[in-house]
């Protein structure tokens, strides 16, 4: 990970320990405030609970946590389900280099490609992972349909233009 080249003042990006989920869970309450500030929102809770439990893995940065990187795989490939960063922590890279962290452990796995769905006319959403080399899909695979399926009957699609976005990482490297 990027533990011992962060540029000064970039906190670490490790693993989640479990017991940092419910700070987790701050943290993107925190975090979806600037959506309400925009006029999206409020976001369907999410009714199974811990869905940090469920996932492939979460990266964290800094102890305590700034941000987060929750992935799951999906259609055989990493897929980022949610990043958050609390925003007195924003504008500072922590996002990128989550992002940063979750390419390197995707392509550490063997996966090829990186997916997300997100919110197209938000600055710090598409236009922030285009930034980064994630590009529209225009085709969904079945279980990248099943989430944007689900993020319209639960209402997210009534907030603004959604889509789904994908990085091409290329072969694993050896």
């Given at each position: 990970?990027?533990?011992?080249?962060?540029?000064?003042?970039?906190?670490?990006?490790?693993?989640?320990?479990?017991?940092?989920?419910?700070?987790?869970?701050?943290?993107?309450?925190?975090?979806?405030?600037?959506?309400?500030?925009?006029?999206?929102?409020?976001?369907?809770?999410?009714?199974?609970?811990?869905?940090?439990?469920?996932?492939?893995?979460?990266?964290?940065?800094?102890?305590?946590?700034?941000?987060?990187?929750?992935?799951?795989?999906?259609?055989?490939?990493?897929?980022?389900?949610?990043?958050?960063?609390?925003?007195?922590?924003?504008?500072?890279?922590?996002?990128?280099?989550?992002?940063?962290?979750?390419?390197?452990w995707a392509r550490a796995g063997g996966f090829e490609v990186v997916t997300l769905t997100t919110f197209r006319d938000v600055a710090w959403n598409a236009p922030f992972y285009a930034?980064?080399?994630?590009?529209?899909?225009?085709?969904?695979?079945?279980?990248?349909?099943?989430?944007?399926?689900?993020?319209?009957?639960?209402?997210?699609?009534?907030?603004?233009?959604?889509?789904?976005?994908?990085?091409?990482?290329?072969?694993?490297?050896?």
């Open positions: 990970m990027h533990a011992e080249t962060e540029p000064e003042g970039r906190p670490e990006i490790r693993k989640a320990r479990p017991d940092e989920y419910a700070r987790l869970r701050e943290i993107e309450l925190e975090s979806e405030v600037l959506f309400t500030e925009i006029g999206i929102g409020p976001f369907a809770p999410d009714p199974e609970g811990d869905h940090f439990g469920r996932a492939s893995v979460v990266f964290v940065a800094g102890d305590p946590p700034l941000g987060f990187a929750m992935v799951e795989v999906v259609d055989g490939a990493a897929h980022v389900w949610q990043l958050s960063v609390l925003p007195s922590a924003g504008r500072r890279g922590i996002g990128t280099a989550l992002m940063e962290t979750v390419a390197d930034k980064l080399g994630f590009e529209p899909v225009e085709i969904l695979t079945p279980e990248l349909e099943a989430i944007r399926r689900h993020e319209r009957d639960i209402g997210d699609d009534d907030f603004g233009p959604r889509l789904a976005m994908r990085k091409d990482l290329g072969p694993a490297r050896s």
